[in-house]
């Protein structure tokens, strides 16, 4: 079975810095799927924000791109989301994705609040 476990949200002042991990396990498998991140805001969609395939191609979403950059460790079965310029308008919860073979898996959400 599969889990995705984030980690590194948190309370940050405007035009600060975070990095959220995200670590999965469930089989070797894991590490040939695109793996990403999604965040949802209170009253909004879960929207896309950045996703890397097992070769690290990259795709951002226009409101992250040039602030945020993702890169992930085949190895450990992890991704990361460096988050850089934070703005209010990046609060949100953020989700680790895997795509599956049939759905696709999230993580539970970690909570990134960007405030002064």
């Known amino acids: 079975q599969v889990h995705l476990v984030e980690s590194g949200g948190g309370l940050v002042q405007p035009g600060g810095s975070l990095r959220l991990s995200c670590s999965a396990s469930?089989?070797?498998?894991?590490?040939?799927?695109?793996m990403g991140w999604y965040r949802q805001a209170p009253g909004k969609h879960r929207d896309l924000v950045a996703i890397?395939?097992?070769?690290?191609?990259?795709d951002y979403s226009d409101s992250v791109a040039g602030r945020f950059r993702i890169s992930r460790d085949n190895a450990r079965q992890t991704v990361y989301l460096q988050m850089n310029s934070l703005g209010p308008e990046d609060t949100a919860t953020y989700y680790c994705?895997?795509?599956?073979?049939?759905?696709?898996?999230w993580g539970q959400g970690t909570q990134v609040t960007v405030a002064a």
């Open positions: 994705y895997l795509a599956g073979s049939g759905s696709p898996y």
């Open positions: 890397i395939t097992f070769g690290g191609v990259t």
């Open positions: 469930g089989g070797d498998f894991i590490k040939f799927y695109t």
